[in-house]
């Protein structure tokens, strides 16, 4: 099976030791920067509402080391998806924030509140609560 990551708006073929964090609507994005850059050593971390199910897919796609965090009312858990991100950040980061705007801009202060460039961070929001056409 093969994936393609977007067109234009994400490369995945030239990111540096990438980080990516999203939910349930990039899952196809993780399996295609994996299989572009296999040996890039990806981190992946998603925020889903069904953990059980969304590992079955995940392990169906071959991503086994993904990281899976329960979405939470309040956005709660975005505190513990940022340190974990932040901790496994290299100096080269690049960073992947896809999916629900409201946890990507959520993540991205986060990031840049500990020093992290905007030119190393990629954000695309795929939906908003009560919105339509994001992408």
Known sequence: ?????????????????????????CLGLAAALVQAQPH???ALIFEVDDIAQ??????????????????LS???????????????ALPDTDFILVGRAAAIQAIKRRLNGAGVSNRSIKAKAYWAAGKRGLD
């Open 1 to 25: 099976m093969s994936f393609m990551g977007p067109r234009g708006s994400l490369e995945v073929n030239r990111l540096q030791q990438p980080q990516l964090f999203g939910d349930e609507t």
């Open 40 to 42: 890039a050593g990806a």
């Open 54 to 71: 969304t590992s079955q897919v995940l392990q169906a796609l071959g991503l086994r080391d993904a990281m899976v965090v329960r979405r």
């Open 74 to 88: 309040g956005d709660v858990h975005l505190a513990q998806v940022s340190e974990a991100i932040l901790r496994a």
